[in-house]
């Protein structure tokens, strides 16, 4: 059964840093592509990172946001500095289909919840 | 980048009846090497992460009633659900991953009328 958990989610100040773990189980974690998704009430589902055969980002996100992967510890990492407001979202870890970074989303976590404010 | 949109924005239907969710590219998704829409459907229940219930627009993932059907090509897609039960409430998004960034479509909400 895959499983992804998600942890690092905290309460953080615009400017700050935090890191986000994903920790999966359940598949060949090396083999698969592996992305971070975001939801807000108000801005809904918005893409942040992709890590399969490429290395992919959302312009909100380039230059701030780095996606990385240890799969000898099949864990997805994402680590966000000058965090702003506008961050503030719950994070899905979400395993993709296949090893592209264009395959679909397939399984979700359950997502961790990052506050960037004052 | 690929702006998605959806209609309507929520629909309620009568247990049993048919609930059908557009969803509009802004540009194709489809990818002619492999003639494949790179386009997915998800549900969301409250509280819960989105689930995957279509791939490649009609391909419907594993154990995923057959209730659930996705149609459509190039830039315009159909999610169906063909006779709506009560576990079938909630938001559905429609979702591009043919060009980063990869976008989703602002959900539509299923209520039971």
């Known amino acids: 059964e895959v499983q992804l958990l998600e942890s690092g989610g905290d309460l953080v100040q615009p400017g700050g840093s935090l890191r986000l773990s994903c920790a999966a189980s359940g598949f060949t974690f090396s083999t698969y592509a592996m992305s971070w998704v975001r939801q807000t009430p108000g801005k809904g589902l918005e893409w942040v990172s992709g890590?399969?055969?490429?290395?992919y980002y959302a312009d909100s996100v380039k230059g701030r946001f780095t996606i990385s992967r240890d799969n000898s510890k099949n864990t997805l990492y994402l680590q966000m500095n000058s965090l702003r407001a506008e961050d503030t979202a719950v994070y899905y870890c979400v395993k993709g289909s296949g090893g592209s970074t264009y395959s679909a989303p397939e399984y979700w976590g359950q997502g961790t919840l990052v506050t960037v404010s004052s | 980048d690929i702006v998605m949109t959806q209609s309507p924005d929520s629909l309620a239907v009568s247990l049993g009846e048919r609930a059908t969710i557009n969803c509009k590219s802004s540009q194709s998704v489809l990818y002619s090497s492999n003639n494949k829409n790179y386009l997915a459907w998800y549900q969301q229940k409250p509280g819960q992460p989105p689930k995957l219930l279509i791939y490649?627009?009609?391909t419907r993932e594993s154990g995923v009633p057959d209730r659930f059907s996705g149609s459509g090509s190039g830039t315009d897609f159909t999610l169906t659900i063909s006779s709506l039960q009560a576990e079938d409430v909630a938001v559905y998004y429609c979702h591009q991953h043919y060009n980063v960034p990869f976008t989703f479509g602002p959900g539509t909400k299923v209520d039971i009328k």
């Open positions: 890590s399969g055969d490429n290395t």
């Open positions: 490649w627009a009609s």
